[in-house]
């Protein structure tokens, strides 16, 4: 027999002929499909595209008539049991619902029993108060899933549909949703079909789409969690207005405007005309951005919350404008400032997170209002500094004017965003000029100290050498989208 021609099960024929009972012919079903599934990873090697494509669809229509198959199993076992005259919990199995027994007898989630026996109230036939047979709760819906042609998991959610929409409209309104809904789910997958259901409820019930003031009052927040892979936890529930002024902040580290251009060659040649400051082609745009797009947009939020904080727009706390506050020992900041980050083993600490690492401490330092907290071996407080280093007013609007936004390879976050950083670091005798200084993004800020980046002005113009572990050939770039 061959692997197609073994797979035409159909829940309303069954081989042999009439009169015959279930359960034998599930029995020769079963024998059939474990023969089947014996020799079916080989002979599914041998097939072609189309005979695979084919296969494929002969194995769901298999799945479906299972599934319409394990419905009517639930229902009948639902309906023995309340039916046993003992009325124990129900048929003296010392369960009390329908759903546990499933569970444990058929090693199956309680979700899906639930799930089951709810299909099951909807789709077979029901008997009345006086034990009349009664039509299925949902005829249309009952034979699609019979026939095979709807899944029974598009058939939940066509009968959770209906069952919300029932109390809100007539009975003429319900049957036009089964029928739209079951030809819907007959022709899409369930994911498209969610989606048609939920258009027909915010159509019936129009008022329930918006959820009342009250409401959002008492589930909108931001929940400070615990941390989770050494990573902060933050979960926010927002408003549709306050969502979209999130999106706005978060949507300036993912603008895709990069302007396109080849990109630079490793070969030497072009290596040293890059050095010379010769214009290239193009330094291939978003080449060395890793980043994926939740990362990217949680770099937006944290630039916008920078800004804030140095802007001085934010309410004073204490008397004092927001600042960051990071304490840490003077012979971790200043001794080991250069070292890789993967060997620092200095700590600092931040006000509200607690310890840091050194390279955090030194990236902030990099370009904030630097409040030294000198501390003794013990502990004791020694002196507590002035503001020092910061880029003056003036030469920050003449590197603005100059890189117009981070100025690292590719990328498009504007000035104002941006921070101030020493290409040759401070503390190594860097001057604090417009020649010795770049706009950087805050991203871009730490990929520059983490690996170890090395910044070449060029005629004015700051070129950026990767490090060999990125680029073997380290080819210079600079960055093309502000100034073409």
Not at 91 to 96: C, H, S, T, W
Not at 126 to 134: H, K, S, V
Not at 210 to 221: F, H, M, N, S, Y
Not at 395 to 400: F, G, P, S, Y
Request: hydrophobic content about 40%.
């Amino acid at each position: 027999m061959g692997i197609g021609a073994a797979l035409i099960v159909r829940p309303a024929s069954w081989p042999g002929g009439e009169g015959r009972s279930a359960g034998p012919v599930v029995d020769e079903v079963l024998v059939l499909l474990r023969r089947l599934c014996a020799t079916a990873a080989g002979d599914a090697a041998l097939l072609g595209f189309a005979e695979a494509a084919e296969f494929a669809g002969r194995v769901e229509e298999v799945s479906r008539a299972l599934e319409y198959l394990q419905v009517v199993a639930a229902g009948a076992v639902d309906r023995t049991r309340k039916e046993s005259p003992d009325a124990l919990p129900a048929a003296g199995d010392g369960y009390r619902r329908t759903g546990d027994f499933l569970r444990d007898r058929l090693q199956i989630t309680a979700v899906e029993a639930h799930r089951r026996l709810t299909l099951a109230g909807a789709l077979l036939p029901r008997a009345g108060i006086t034990g009349q047979p009664l039509a299925a709760l949902h005829e249309e819906l009952a034979a699609a899933v019979a026939a095979g042609t709807v899944p029974s998991r598009s058939a939940t959610i066509i009968s959770q549909a209906l069952e919300r929409a029932r109390p809100l409209c007539d009975p003429d309104t319900s049957a036009r949703m089964e029928h739209a809904l079951t030809r819907t789910a007959a022709e899409h997958d369930p994911d498209f079909l969610a989606r048609i259901a939920r258009r027909w409820m915010d159509a019936i019930d129009q008022d329930g789409a918006e959820p009342a003031e009250d409401v959002l009052r008492q589930l909108q927040g931001a929940f400070l969690r615990k941390p989770r892979h050494g990573l902060q936890h933050l979960e926010i529930f927002a408003t549709t207005a306050q969502y979209e002024h999130l999106l706005t902040v978060m949507n300036t580290a993912t603008n895709p405007r990069t302007t396109p251009g080849a990109a630079i060659d490793g070969n030497t040649a072009t290596g040293t005309a890059a050095l010379n400051g010769e214009e290239p082609d193009g330094t291939g745009p978003g080449s060395m951005d890793r980043r994926s797009r939740p990362q990217k947009l949680l770099d937006g939020l944290v630039g916008a919350c920078k800004v804030a904080l140095s802007s001085g727009g934010l309410p004073a706390a204490g008397g004092l404008r927001p600042q960051i506050m990071a304490t840490i020992d003077y012979r971790d900041l200043l001794d080991r400032l250069h070292q890789r980050a993967e060997t620092d083993t200095g700590t600092g600490t931040l006000a509200f997170t607690g310890p840091v690492t050194a390279a955090t401490i030194r990236t902030i330092a990099c370009d904030a209002d630097i409040i030294p907290v000198l501390l003794g071996s013990q502990g004791r407080l020694l002196d507590i500094g002035r503001t020092t280093r910061l880029f003056p007013p003036h030469l920050r609007k003449a590197i603005t004017a100059r890189d117009q936004g981070c100025a690292f390879p590719s990328c498009t976050i504007p000035a104002p965003w941006c921070e101030a950083h020493h290409i040759t670091y401070w503390s190594q005798g860097g001057t604090t000029s417009a020649d010795n200084g770049t706009l950087l993004c805050s991203h871009h800020h730490h990929l520059i100290h983490k690996e170890q980046w090395t910044i070449q002005p060029r005629h004015g113009i700051p070129w950026f050498i990767p490090p060999p572990h990125l680029d073997p050939h380290q080819t210079p770039r600079r960055n093309h989208y502000f100034r073409s």
